[in-house]
C-alpha cells in the first residue's frame, strides 16, 4: 500500500481506551498538538467488561488521576447511577470509593471531552507499524497508509493487540466486545526487538433485567452520604435517584453443572494458552480452585439508565453458550433470566513491563511510551492511571523538559509503575491495598493534598482549582494548629466520659490529644471547646480528624518515607557493567542486568535480589570504577 504524509504533532496516542483518553488529554492540556487515533471511535473511553469504576486500591488511583488533572473521576462523577464507599468499618486506609457507570453515558461524555479539547484531534484509523529512525520513534502508520509524524508517541492498545476470542469450541480474531483487533501493530513491535507474551481476561454474561427475580437476591442500594471521585465536584449535585445493583449466590447445582462440563472448558481443555488474572478468575476456575465452598457471591449490576441489561458480575466464563444459559438458570434469582450476551474469554498481547523506564518511555525505543493492559494490567482504574503518566512524560520530552515520576511513597499510580518496571509481572497485575508499604499516607481522602500541586506545577491544575486546594490546606493546617493550642480540663468531659464507658481525666490534655481518643469525634470535640473562627468544610474536618487520630502510625510511615528518599538518591550509572561486579549472586546478576534499575532503592525491590548484592553493588558504584569502556 502506498504510504503518505498526512500531518505532523507533538504527541501521537494510540487507541482511545481509559489509558489513551488520560494520555491524550494530559498532553494536549500542557499545551502539545496531540492526535488521538483509535480502531473505533464508538469506543471511546468504552467498558467492554464490569460498567463501574473505583474499589479497593483502584478508586484511590481514580482520585490521584483527578488530583493530578486527569478526566475519569469528573467523568464517572457526571455518569454514575450508583455510589457507595466501601469498607466503612474499617481504617481510612482501606476506605474505598466504588461507582456503577452508566455505560453508554460514559462513553459519550468522554468523547465529547476530547472532541471539545483545543490541542486535540480524534480520528479513527488503525495503527499498523511504527515510524522508527536508529532507535528512535518519530510517529505511526496506519493501515490507509497514512504516515503521522510525532515528537512522542504513546502506545494504548489494551486487548485488542491480537485479540482473540474464545466461547467453549468456538474462537476467533476479535478485540474486546467484537471489535476489530490489531495484529500488526504486535508483529511490528516484535520486528524492533520487544518481548511480548499473552494474557488472558474474561466477562460473564448480560442478562435482560425483565427477566430477574428481583425477590429471590439480596439489595444492595447506593449512599445517601454524599460522596464524589473528583475533588472538582460540588456535594450539591450529589445524585439522589440511584439504581440499586443486587446480590446473589451459586449453589450445589450451579458447581455441579461447571464440573460436569470441565471437557468443554477452554480453561481447562488447554485452548486458552494466555494467562488469567489470579484476583479476578472465572466462575469455573473459582469452582475448581475452591471446591470445598458451597457457594460464589454474584453481583447483578445495571449497565444503565436506557438499557435492560445486567452485568453478572464474578460469573465470568468462557464455557459454551449452552452450558453458560445452564449455569444462569440455576442461580436464585435467575431461573428464568434470559441471557443476552455470553461470557467471553479474550487473550491478547501485553509488553513485558520489566522494558520500560519508570516514566513508561520503552528502553527499546526512544520517545515511545506505552500505558494500560497491553503494560500487564488489569482494570480501568490501572489504565487510567498509567495514560496519565504516559500523556504527562511524552508531553514533557515533545516540549524538552524533565521527566515526572511519581514515587512509592507518592501514589498508588507509583507503586503501580514501580512494581511493573522493577518487578515484571507474570499475570494481569491489579492494584491491592497490600501492595502499598505506604498505605496510611496513599489514602482516598487526602489524594489532593498530595498531588494537586504536582499537576498545577504541570499545567494540568487551573490556576482557579489551585487556589480552592491551597485555601483547603491552610483551613486544615490552622485547625490542627488551633487544637494544638487550646486545653481541655477533666472536669468539661468527666461527664462524657462516664457515659462512654471510660475513666476521668487526672490532668488536662490538648484539644488535639483529647480527639486522637477512639470514643472521641470532632463533633464531640466541639462540644467542649469553641468552634473554629472560620466555617469549616466537612472535608476539611475529615482531614482534622484523621491526620491527628493517626498522627503517631502516620509519624512513623514519614520516618520510613526519609529513609527510602536517600536510597531514591543514590543513582545507578547508566553506563554500568554488572559483569564487571565480582561477587553478585547469579541471580541478582541476571536480574539487575535485565532490569537495569535506574537507583539502589528501585534494585532492593527486584526478587531475587539481597541484601548482600546491594552492599556489593553500593560499594562498587563508590569506588566508579565499573563503567563500560566505551571502544575507541
Not at 367 to 381: D, F, P, R
Not at 398 to 413: C, H, N
Amino acid at each position: 500500500m502506498k504510504e503518505f504524509d498526512a500531518h505532523d504533532y507533538d504527541v501521537v496516542v494510540v487507541g482511545a481506551g481509559h489509558a489513551g483518553s488520560e494520555a491524550a488529554l494530559a498532553a494536549a492540556r500542557m499545551g502539545n498538538q496531540t492526535l488521538l487515533i483509535t480502531i473505533n471511535l464508538d469506543m471511546v473511553a468504552f467498558m467492554p467488561c464490569n460498567p463501574s469504576v473505583g474499589g479497593p486500591a483502584k478508586g484511590v488511583v481514580v482520585r490521584e488521576v483527578d488530583a493530578l488533572g486527569g478526566e475519569m473521576g469528573r467523568n464517572i462523577d457526571k455518569t454514575y447511577i450508583q455510589m457507595r464507599m466501601l469498607n466503612t468499618g474499617k481504617g481510612p486506609a482501606v476506605r474505598a470509593l466504588r461507582a456503577q457507570a452508566d455505560k453508554n453515558a460514559y462513553h459519550r461524555s468522554m468523547k465529547a471531552t476530547l472532541e471539545a479539547e483545543p490541542n486535540l484531534t480524534l480520528r479513527q484509523g488503525m495503527v499498523d507499524s511504527l515510524i522508527v529512525e536508529d532507535g528512535v520513534c518519530k510517529g505511526v502508520v496506519t493501515a490507509t497508509g497514512a504516515r503521522y509524524h510525532a515528537k512522542t508517541v504513546v502506545l494504548t492498545a489494551g486487548t485488542s493487540s491480537r485479540g482473540k476470542i474464545i466461547i467453549g469450541e468456538l474462537t476467533y480474531s476479535s478485540g474486546p466486545n467484537n471489535s476489530i483487533p490489531s495484529i500488526k501493530l504486535s508483529e511490528n513491535l516484535e520486528q524492533n526487538g520487544f518481548k511480548l507474551r499473552r494474557f488472558k481476561t474474561g466477562t460473564p454474561p448480560r442478562v435482560d433485567g425483565n427477566t430477574i427475580d428481583f425477590d429471590k437476591t439480596i439489595e444492595q442500594p447506593g449512599d445517601k452520604e454524599v460522596n464524589h471521585f473528583s475533588f472538582e465536584t460540588p456535594d450539591s449535585v450529589y445524585l439522589k435517584d440511584q439504581l440499586s445493583c443486587w446480590m446473589t449466590y451459586t449453589n450445589p447445582t450451579t458447581h455441579k453443572i461447571i464440573r460436569d462440563n470441565l471437557d468443554r472448558a477452554p480453561m481447562f481443555t488447554g485452548v486458552i494458552k494466555g494467562v488469567g488474572p489470579r484476583y479476578c478468575p472465572s466462575i469455573e476456575d473459582k469452582v475448581v480452585r475452591f471446591a470445598d465452598k458451597p457457594r460464589h457471591q454474584i453481583f447483578l449490576e445495571p449497565e444503565g439508565r436506557d438499557t435492560d441489561e445486567y452485568y453478572v458480575g464474578d460469573f465470568s466464563t468462557s464455557m459454551p453458550e449452552e452450558i453458560q444459559q445452564k449455569m444462569i438458570h440455576s442461580v436464585a434469582g435467575l431461573e428464568h433470566a434470559h441471557m443476552m450476551r455470553p461470557g467471553y474469554a479474550i487473550e491478547y498481547d501485553v509488553i513485558e513491563p520489566w522494558q520500560l523506564h519508570p516514566t513508561l518511555e520503552t528502553k527499546v525505543i526512544k520517545n515511545l511510551y506505552t500505558a494500560g493492559q497491553m503494560n500487564g494490567t488489569s482494570g480501568y482504574e490501572e489504565a487510567a492511571g498509567q495514560g496519565i503518566m504516559a500523556g504527562i512524560n511524552a508531553a514533557l520530552r515533545a516540549q524538552g523538559k524533565e521527566p515526572f515520576v511519581l514515587k512509592r511513597s507518592d501514589a498508588y499510580i507509583g507503586v503501580m509503575i514501580d512494581d511493573l518496571v522493577t518487578k515484571g509481572t507474570n499475570e494481569p497485575y491489579r492494584l491491592l491495598t497490600s501492595r502499598a508499604e505506604y498505605r496510611l499516607l496513599l489514602r482516598h481522602d487526602n489524594a489532593d493534598l498530595r498531588l494537586t500541586e504536582k499537576g498545577h506545577d504541570l499545567g494540568l491544575i487551573s490556576d482557579e482549582r489551585y487556589a480552592k486546594f491551597v485555601a483547603k490546606r491552610d483551613a486544615i493546617n490552622n485547625e490542627l494548629k488551633r487544637l494544638d493550642s487550646i486545653r481541655i480540663k477533666p472536669a468539661q468531659v468527666k461527664d462524657f466520659l462516664l457515659e462512654k464507658g471510660k475513666s476521668p481525666l487526672k490532668d488536662g490534655v490538648l484539644a488535639s490529644e483529647f480527639l486522637r481518643r477512639p470514643e472521641v469525634s470532632y463533633d464531640d470535640l466541639l462540644k467542649f471547646i469553641p468552634a473554629s473562627p472560620e466555617p469549616l468544610d466537612r472535608r476539611v474536618i475529615e482531614q482534622v480528624e484523621i491526620q491527628t487520630k493517626y498522627a503517631g502510625y502516620i509519624k512513623k510511615e514519614l520516618a520510613q518515607v526519609d529513609k527510602l528518599k536517600r536510597s531514591e538518591a543514590k543513582k545507578i550509572p547508566d553506563n554500568i557493567d554488572y559483569d564487571a561486579i565480582d561477587g553478585l549472586a547469579t541471580e541478582a546478576h541476571q536480574k539487575l542486568k535485565k532490569i537495569q534499575p535506574e537507583t539502589i532503592a528501585q534494585a532492593m525491590r527486584i526478587s531475587g535480589v539481597n541484601p548482600a548484592d546491594i552492599a556489593i553493588l553500593s560499594v562498587y558504584i563508590q569506588q566508579g570504577k565499573i563503567a563500560k569502556v566505551k571502544p575507541a
